[in-house]
């Protein structure tokens, strides 16, 4: 099985960036996609962004577009989460994850690829505070 370790959390300011990596222990251009949830504790998971590897689509969720850029390096099996204008609200663990084949039983989104998590790994703490 496939298994993903994140890394790239931190401390920022409101307004700041930070850039998390994922790299995969097996190649990711064949996989149907691959992203980013966060959670907080006490509150339920939140689906984030998601890439298909081989043809590039990207999903996000509302609260980050404009904000937050997914994008792969398939010859180092490695999806990246660039986030930019960050919030105390972003402030989260976030994980990344890969969807099993039951993505493709419904309309492809962000709220679909969360519903259709497979494996995902322990994830890297972002917190935003002044």
């Known amino acids: 099985q496939v298994q993903l370790v994140e890394s790239g959390g931190g401390l920022v300011q409101p307004g700041g960036s930070l850039r998390l990596s994922c790299e995969a222990s097996r190649e990711i251009l064949d996989l149907l996609a691959i992203g980013w949830f966060r959670q907080v504790p006490g509150k339920e998971r939140e689906g984030v962004a998601c890439?298909?590897?081989?043809?590039?689509?990207?999903y996000y969720a509302d609260s980050v577009k404009g904000r937050f850029t997914i994008f792969t390096d398939n010859a180092r099996n490695t999806v990246y989460l660039q986030m930019n204008s960050l919030k105390p609200e972003d402030t989260a663990v976030y994980h990344c994850?890969?969807?099993?084949?039951?993505?493709?039983?419904?309309?492809?989104?962000?709220?679909?690829?969360?519903?259709?998590?497979?494996?995902w790994g322990r994830g890297t703490l972002v917190t935003v505070s002044s």
């Open positions: 994850a890969i969807a099993d084949k039951t993505w493709l039983w419904e309309r492809q989104n962000i709220a679909t690829f969360l519903k259709a998590l497979e494996v």
């Open positions: 890439i298909s590897p081989s043809a590039g689509s990207t």
